[in-house]
């Protein structure tokens, strides 16, 4: 008799359980079948399909010119690679802001052609409509404030946001507005660690850091970043748990010896 192991499946509902319980929630990026395999296997809670992939997998210096299908090409591949995590997918930039029909047909596109289950969206009060049309439809929303990369032009620099009184003021409310909108969770990004933790206190959904300080429900990091693929991006709030970038220099190294010394392949790795 075969025993089947039955996976309980983190959704918007666990995050949420999670978040009253103090349990922190970690979530990772992904943008391909095998790396999506690996990290839902190792446990992850949550896979981002984020528009980084416009930097990581394409080399882009933003995340602007990522298109709404090449994010359903990389989405459909994370799910297929997925058994628990609950996974969310970035609307592009040019994908949501134009007008609330405009986003919701994108992320009914996200939602059919690539079996996510979420979809992210970055801005407050400027995207509520959007926001609660998506809603409305049954698609669940995750919010995204401080650093706003899809806004990078208009900031001008990738620094700490909200340091200010004016924009931590803004943030507070934009926070307030998207989880009354319905948003199941929030991203904060590059914000000072005590406004953060402010934030988290006075919400009720779970609210994910990254370069928000510890103080929050959960954390998401670029998982390039993490794993050392990609060697240059050192910011402060980035932990390198490994160094692939070097591992594979070594290792490719080591296979271009083989090949021109003609020790691969052996007798024992041919037929
Ligand atoms: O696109 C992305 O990777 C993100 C994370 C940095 C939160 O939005």
Redo the contacts with the bound molecule.
Sequence with gaps: MSVQKTVRKVTTHVLQEMKERGEKISML?AYDFSMARMIDHAGIDVI?V????SNVMAGHET?LPITLDQMIYHAGSVVRGTDRALVVV?LPFGSYQGNSKEALNSAIRIMKESGAHAV?MEGGEEVLEGVKRILTAGVPVMG?LGLT?QSIYKFGTYNVRATEEQEAEKLIRDAKLLEEAGCFAL?L?KIPSALAGTVARSLRIPVIG?GAGGDVDGQ?L?VHDMLGINNEFSPRFLRRYLNLYDDIQLAVGRYIRDVKSRDFPSQQEQY
């Design positions: 990026t981002l984020g528009d980084s992939a995340t970035d992210k995204h990369p991203v990004e990254i998401v670029v």
